[in-house]
């Protein structure tokens, strides 16, 4: 399995180093709130050989700019095609970004997400009451749900929302995968000091997954060694983070270990298998004490709604 992770993440790197856009540091000024869009672009993918379908939808405001790609793979020799949800920025590869992973991981039932097959022009764009964002439904054996994510005009967190039919009753696996901060290509374990920040605790790394509360569903990751400019990672972009509501959550784990990859996953009540959560990550780099001075300033931002 380590295997498997280093390949891809080696992957990842070589992939990263062909992508312009590289974060920024320093102070920048002030955002300021503007009316959120979202569109349908044209945006390059990797190995595009190996694509049957994509849409890449941009959700934009004057706090961040997302990138969220949907990708249809196409059947290689004897691996079926996939379908996977990629954030493409603001980061180009360190935080929740990816140029050839998903971000998120959903199982309905036995059934992943990533072996659907959905028809990508049920793509739906909106602008509406001061947010805008994108719809795409999925069929899991019969039993549909819709995926939300979209912007507000006062915050630059990007926020999604799983949804079932009224009539769904099944139990929901979610996962987050992310990378904290940066990684060291020649080390992918053993050299990190990864932590998340909760509003009532500081949860430290683990070699065993660690179960969330309540109180834990708002999770600042940041990594004390890995920060921007400094060895043994200067394009370290530093910390990002992840919220969502409990009310229909009925257990959750962190993966937090020495390791470069990190996890989240969420069960749903089966009957309510509805999720409202929210993520941030910025191509600004910022170190950590950069960052909670950026996240006291913007709370209001960074807060449900």
């Not at 793979?73 to 935080?95: C, D, H, W």
């Not at 439904?137 to 799983?162: A, H, I, M, Q």
Request: aromatic letters at 14%; hydrophobic letters at 35%; glycine letters at 6%.
């Amino acid at each position: 399995m380590k295997n498997s992770f280093v390949i891809f993440a080696l992957s990842l790197f070589a992939a990263a180093l062909s992508v312009t856009g590289q974060a920024t540091t320093g102070a920048t000024k002030q955002a300021t709130a503007e009316a959120a869009t979202s569109r349908v672009i044209q945006y390059g993918i990797y190995q595009p050989e190996t694509i049957n379908d994509y849409r890449a939808v941009q959700l934009h405001n004057g706090f961040n700019n997302y990138v969220v790609k949907l990708v249809q793979t196409k059947a290689m020799g004897n691996q079926p095609g996939k379908f996977e949800i990629r954030l493409r920025e603001p980061t180009v590869y360190y935080s929740f970004s990816r140029p050839i992973d998903d971000f998120i991981r959903i199982k309905v039932g036995t059934i992943q997400l990533i072996t659907l097959e959905p028809d990508l022009k049920d793509l739906q764009i909106w602008q509406r009451d001061g947010k805008a964002g994108f719809d795409m439904p999925f069929n899991f054996d019969g039993k549909k749900f819709t995926l939300t994510l979209y912007l507000r005009e006062d915050s630059p967190v990007l926020w999604g929302r799983w949804q079932g039919a009224s009539d769904v009753n099944v139990p929901v696996e979610i996962s987050f995968n992310l990378v904290v901060s940066g990684f060291d290509p020649s080390k992918f374990e053993g050299v990190y000091e990864r932590r998340a920040d909760t509003s009532s605790r500081v949860i430290e790394m683990n070699s065993s997954p660690q179960p969330l509360t309540p109180a834990d569903s708002r999770l600042i990751f940041f990594d004390e060694k890995f920060q921007p400019g400094k060895l043994p990672n200067k394009n370290s972009v530093g910390p990002c983070f992840l919220t969502w509501q409990w009310n229909t959550v009925e257990t959750a784990q962190l993966w937090l270990n020495n390791y470069y990859h990190t996890s989240v996953t969420v069960q749903l009540k089966p009957e309510s298998p509805n999720f409202n959560f929210g993520l941030w990550e910025s191509k600004t780099a910022r170190t950590n004490a950069e960052f909670m001075d950026y996240f006291k300033t913007n709370q209001a931002g960074f807060e449900q709604k």
